[in-house]
Every structure is written in C-alpha cells, then in structure tokens.
C-alpha cells in the first residue's frame, strides 16, 4: 500500500474547491445573462432573417429607434394592433403599441462578462499554483500522479478560459 500525506490530500482539495467555485462562477454568470435577456422578451420570438418580433398573437414588433452609442435597437407593434388586441393587458399598459428593446451584447454586459471570465480564471489558476507546490512537497510515484493529472485538467482549463477571455478583447461591433 502506498500512503498519501495528509497536506497534499488537503492542498488537493482546495485546489478542487476553487475550481468548483470558478465553474459554478461561469455558470451562474451564463444563467443570469441568458435570464435576463428572457425577462423583456417572454413569449415573444425574434426572427433574426427580417428583423422583427413576433408577438404571441402573430403580430409584428418592427424596429422603431437604433441607438449605436448604447449597442440597442428599439422594436415597437403598430398601436393599432395592440390597443384592439385581447391579451393588452397582461403585455403592455402603453397606447403607443408593446416595445422591445434589443441589446447587442453592450459595453456594461460585455464588461460583466469579462470580469467573471477573468476572476474564474485567477481561481483556476491559483488552484494550479497550489498543485505544483504540491508536487514539489510531496514524494511517492502515486501521489504525485493524481497531483500531475489534476494539474494537467487544470492546465487544459485554464487555456480554455483564456482562449476565450482574449477572443474578446475588443466590445463586438453595434
């Protein structure tokens, strides 16, 4: 048999526990910008070949205002269509017809996105750091082989998270 000390089992486990919070990080990020992109939206659907919404009662929401400074384009129902329609009052209190504003990924989400990517990636690759001290204090063939496996997944994470970060290095066009 062989023995694993008890510091490498404990730096193993944190370096696993920061990765688990850098993932859970970039999935919560994902889900909260996928929900917030529904909330405006519900039950309406984009069709992105004509550039317009369709709303639940097959009517269509066609854009009104583009405003290139904020990245958002403004689509609005004709008002005739919304105030004679029966569903008015649970989709808009306006007379001038139901609006949707649509968001090219925007400076503020482009920069949230960012951020979350880049703290992922320092958790991600502190936890490296922390396996390679590991491997350096730790003695045994087996031990150090679960250590270099790990590091190598983390290895593999980390050029993935920063393929990604430096991808985006500059706000999409608007």
């Not at 958002?72 to 001038?96: F, I």
Request: hydrophobic residues 45%; positive net charge; glycine residues 6%.
């Amino acid at each position: 048999m062989f023995s694993v000390p008890f510091e490498s089992i404990l730096m193993l486990g944190y370096a696993l526990s920061l990765v688990v919070i850098a993932l859970l990080l970039e999935w919560a990020a994902r889900h909260v910008h996928r929900r917030s992109l529904k909330v405006s939206s519900a039950g309406f659907t984009y069709h992105p070949d004509r550039d317009i919404w369709s709303c639940p009662r097959n009517q269509h929401l066609f854009p009104v205002f583009s405003d290139s400074v904020k990245g958002t384009v403004t689509y609005r129902a004709p008002a005739a269509a919304c105030n004679a329609c029966p569903s008015k009052a649970a989709c808009t209190d306006s007379d001038g017809g139901r609006e949707i504003e649509r968001n090219q990924l925007g400076e503020l989400e482009y920069g949230v996105r960012r951020f979350h990517r880049a703290v992922s990636l320092t958790l991600v690759v502190l936890a490296s750091l922390i396996l390679v001290v590991a491997l350096f204090r730790t003695g045994g063939f087996y031990p150090r082989l679960v250590l270099a496996g790990s590091l190598t997944l983390f290895c593999t994470l980390i050029q993935r998270l920063a393929g990604e970060l430096s991808q985006n290095t500059q706000l999409p066009p608007t």
